[in-house]
């Protein structure tokens, strides 16, 4: 399963973008659980920034609470990250992460977890 990311940029501090990641593959994807973006600043660890269950919970990390916004379409197999009021210590590589199952019959169903490309935002001050 491959995932396409989009939407990153360069914005002022306290503006807004909107990412984008779209799921696809060869194979039927068969169900997405977990879908959920992360960023890595140079120097430092990759870190889960949301995520959002086939059921819709959702989960932030704390420095983005209020001002960020994870979002599904399972008909379109694509998550969105609304950013807000984006600072600059937003900044970095934002990557996207599915994890569901995939195969078009119960025979040939497997797992998949998978990494989106990455997509820079740089805000600026």
């Known amino acids: 399963v491959q995932l396409q990311a989009s939407g990153g940029g360069l914005v002022q501090a306290g503006g807004s973008l909107r990412l984008s990641c779209v799921a696809s593959s060869s194979e039927s994807i068969f169900s997405i659980n977990i879908m959920g973006w992360y960023r890595q600043a140079p120097g430092k660890q990759r870190e889960l920034v949301a995520q959002v269950t086939s059921a819709g919970t959702t989960d932030y990390a704390d420095s983005v609470k209020g001002r960020f916004t994870i979002s599904r379409d399972n008909a379109k197999n694509t998550v969105y990250l609304q950013m807000n009021t984006l600072k600059p210590e937003d900044a970095g590589v934002y990557y996207c992460?599915?994890?569901?199952?995939?195969?078009?019959?119960?025979?040939?169903?497997?797992?998949?977890?998978?990494w989106g490309q990455g997509t820079q935002v740089t805000v600026s001050s």
């Open positions: 992460n599915v994890g569901g199952q995939y195969g078009g019959t119960w025979s040939n169903r497997r797992n998949f977890g998978s």
